[in-house]
């Protein structure tokens, strides 16, 4: 993922109201890249098309760090290439959008899994 707008305080701050952790953080330019990942607690993990856990931070884990970034600093914007294709996240559009996200297959054709369905965490939809 790539922040723009944010200090490395910022996306800090939001990593440790959900006990995970940023991993492989560095400036490209004033933007930032990182990867979300699990702290011991595994409180946010997912599992994968397997059943079998994975050292990933699930769909809630995601949704729930955007909106701690958003309410710590409400100009942050996030930039992310993935499965789903690209995604820019903005703290105006961001509760509107990132629904889609969910339903996207992160498994098979013979065995499918929606990102939202892979979680091991407790967190309501």
Not at 26 to 53: D, E, M, V, W
Not at 91 to 113: K, M, W
């Amino acid at each position: 993922m790539i922040a723009s707008h944010v200090t490395p305080e910022d996306l800090a701050t939001a990593a440790r109201a959900l006990d995970v952790r940023l991993e492989n953080l560095r400036p490209l330019g004033r933007r930032y890249q990182f990867t979300l990942r699990l702290n011991p607690s595994k409180a946010y993990q997912r599992r994968g098309h397997s059943g079998r856990r994975v050292g990933a931070v699930c769909w809630h884990g995601h949704r729930d760090f955007f909106r701690a970034l958003f309410a710590v600093n409400p100009a942050a914007e996030i930039r992310s290439r993935w499965v789903a294709g690209r995604i820019h996240y903005t703290s105006h559009n961001f509760e509107d959008t990132y629904r889609d996200t969910g339903s996207v297959n992160i498994g098979s054709q013979a065995c499918p899994l929606a990102y939202q369905d892979a979680c091991v965490c407790s967190v309501d939809n």
